[in-house]
């Protein structure tokens, strides 16, 4: 049943479709289409710039990834792993806040 409804859309369908576009015989002939001739020519130019742009994809270079997720860029970069040791009670006495700013090259 879906095979038979398939091979009637690929033999009978489709041909009739494609004889019925108005495709004309030269470039130029595309400047003389009518407006109800480019609508009906729309799905199909719509289907093979599809196909087109599935087909050249993957010979586009693909977006590059992060090479590192790391956050500090820049400081101490010799150090497997930065630590800053602050006393709790000095934080009290001072308004002050701590903040290390990894991406503007700054420790306050």
Do not use: H
Not at 46 to 64: D, E, N, S, T, W
Not at 79 to 104: F, H, M, Q
């Amino acid at each position: 049943m879906v095979l038979d409804s398939v091979a009637r859309i690929v033999k009978v369908q489709l041909p009739a479709y494609l004889k019925q576009l108005p495709v004309p015989d030269s470039i130029t002939g595309f400047a003389r289409l009518t407006v109800s001739d480019w609508l009906r020519l729309l799905p199909f130019l719509g289907v093979l710039a599809l196909l087109g742009y599935l087909a050249v994809r993957p010979f586009f270079p693909k977006k590059k990834q992060q090479k590192d997720s790391l956050i500090n860029l820049k400081i101490q970069k010799e150090n497997p792993k930065v630590v800053n040791e602050i006393n709790i009670e000095d934080l009290c006495l001072t308004k002050a806040a701590y903040c290390r700013c990894w991406r503007s090259k700054t420790v306050r």
